[in-house]
């Protein structure tokens, strides 16, 4: 299992019966692949579904059927399909559960950057800002550093904000972090990851409690 899917698995866990569900695109949208059996979810999407079920086996892909990150997608029986308009009202009114979106970078105060780098090439936010306001919990699935190895999880964003204050969970391969009013808090480790390796590959500030849990991605 790399890093990716079991950030997803973990996230997976967070998940309860009768959610509605909203992916965002890259690996947050591996979180379909993992939910148990004994929960069933509602996915949307922001360009304007409700039901979505797993990627379209190769060569029965409909091209009018993808996601908000342009992805080959099925509607469930029951699914629908309507427009923008009434999907940004479903999010607007707060009907959605819970949305998952990746980081560019994240705060000890759940302050979230995720759409644009300063001086590089905005491919589009899509609907985020909405769904970090809208959504009634926010997760964020990432990898702990960045590909340079910089730490993801900062004092505070230096990259314009998709929203502020507005994270309640962050979920990396290193272990599941819990944005509180009194700080970050390291709930979970991952397996062989220690409370020091933690805290040298983040910079925020961590509050680190006695009873810190294993990941459990099983």
Not at 72 to 79: A, D, E, Q
Not at 109 to 118: E, R
Not at 141 to 160: N, R, S
Request: charge should be negative; hydrophobic fraction near 40%.
């Amino acid at each position: 299992m790399n890093s990716k899917e079991f950030i997803a698995k973990r996230v997976a866990k967070e998940l309860n019966n009768g959610d509605i569900v909203n992916l965002g695109i890259g690996l947050p949208t591996m979180v379909a692949n993992y939910v148990p059996d004994d929960i069933e979810v509602t996915f949307q999407s922001e360009n304007g579904f409700l039901g979505l079920g797993p990627a379209p086996e190769e060569g029965k892909e409909d091209k009018d059927l993808a996601n908000a990150g342009g992805q080959p997608v099925t509607i469930l029986t029951g699914g629908c399909y309507f427009d923008s308009a009434t999907s940004f009202s479903i999010i607007r009114g707060g009907h959605v559960d819970i949305t998952v979106l990746g980081a560019l970078q994240v705060d000890q105060d759940g302050n979230l950057a995720n759409f644009m780098i300063p001086k590089k090439l905005i491919p589009g936010m899509g609907g985020a800002m909405d769904l970090v306001t809208g959504a009634k919990r926010v997760i964020v699935a990432t990898e702990h550093c960045t590909k340079k190895g910089a730490p993801k999880i900062l004092k505070e964003c230096v990259y314009p904000l998709t929203g502020a204050k507005v994270v309640d969970a962050i979920v990396t391969e290193l272990a599941f972090l819990s944005v509180t009013d009194e700080g970050l808090v390291l709930k979970e480790l991952a397996p062989d990851v220690t409370v020091e390796e933690v805290i040298s590959k983040t910079d925020a500030n961590l509050i680190i409690p006695d009873d810190i849990k294993l990941m459990d991605v099983e």
